[in-house]
T-cell receptor, first 112, second 112 residues
Framework: DAGITQSPRYKITETGRQVTLMCHQT?????MFWYRQDLGHGLRLIYY???????DKGEVPDGYVVSRSKTENFPLTLESATRSQTSVYFC???????????FGPGTRLLVL | DAKTTQPTSMDCAEGRAANLPCNHS???????VYWYRQIHSQGPQYIIH???NNETNEMASLIITEDRKSSTLILPHATLRDTAVYYC?????????????FGEGTQLTVNP
């Protein structure tokens, strides 16, 4: 039971490049989330999705695009990466009666 | 979601019980108390949650006071691997689509 996985785990890219971070969950959870965590700060919500083909903005959506064509996948795309998007990105999912959010291991992104 | 207050840091000897307090004096009747932890560089890990009864699972116990204004997370036999930041989060049921708000948390250091 893999749970929730993210790929890649580490990524170095250059300013202006497009980057896609992948998130996959095996629980068939309805809700999925993308957070970013900057050094010394808490988690901030970027986007979330209530179901396939339903997405909505969080606190810090600018510069990011999401899609959800399948329940189990929720990719996050940085259309034109900027240095300020250097961060650790966490994907989470929740569903069922308990509504508990479970987090992936994170993707460390460095934008040069 | 109700605001929570936790001590900034705590120390515990390996093998002893770690008792982490959390105040949530403005909690309302439909709000649960969740506990997560984040070990350095890893994704937040769900520990336990409860509404008003005490709860126990394989990781920890959660004691909620009768007036629900505070709670204590208990790690019965702390190990070095329990060193992490512990977050107490209050969240209403039926809010699956909402972000989790992680406050400052308590840095627990388990000493050999």
């Amino acid at each position: 039971d893999a749970g929730i996985t993210q790929s890649p785990r580490y990524k170095i890219t250059e300013t202006g490049r497009q980057v896609t971070l992948m998130c996959h969950q095996t629980w068939s959870h309805s809700y999925m989330f993308w957070y970013r965590q900057d050094l010394g700060h808490g988690l901030r919500l970027i986007y979330y999705s209530a179901a396939a083909d339903i997405t909505d903005k969080g606190e810090v959506p600018d510069g990011y695009v999401v899609s959800r064509s399948k329940t189990e996948n929720f990719p996050l795309t940085l259309e034109s990466a900027t240095r300020s998007q250097t961060s650790v990105y966490f994907c989470a999912s929740s569903g069922g009666r308990e509504e508990t959010q479970y987090f992936g291991p994170g993707t460390r992104l460095l934008v040069l | 979601d109700a605001k929570t207050t936790q001590p900034t840091s705590m120390d515990c000897a390996e093998g002893r019980a770690a008792n982490l307090p959390c105040n949530h004096s403005t909690i309302s009747g439909n709000e649960y108390v969740y506990w997560y932890r984040q070990i350095h560089s890893q994704g937040p890990q769900y520990i336990i949650h409860g509404l008003k009864n005490n709860e126990t699972n394989e990781m920890a116990s959660l004691i909620i006071t009768e007036d629900r204004k505070s709670s204590t997370l208990i790690l019965p036999h702390a190990t070095l691997r329990d060193t992490a930041v512990y977050y107490c989060i209050v969240r209403a049921r039926g809010t699956s689509g909402s972000r989790l708000t992680f406050g400052e948390g308590t840095q627990l250091t388990v000493n050999p």
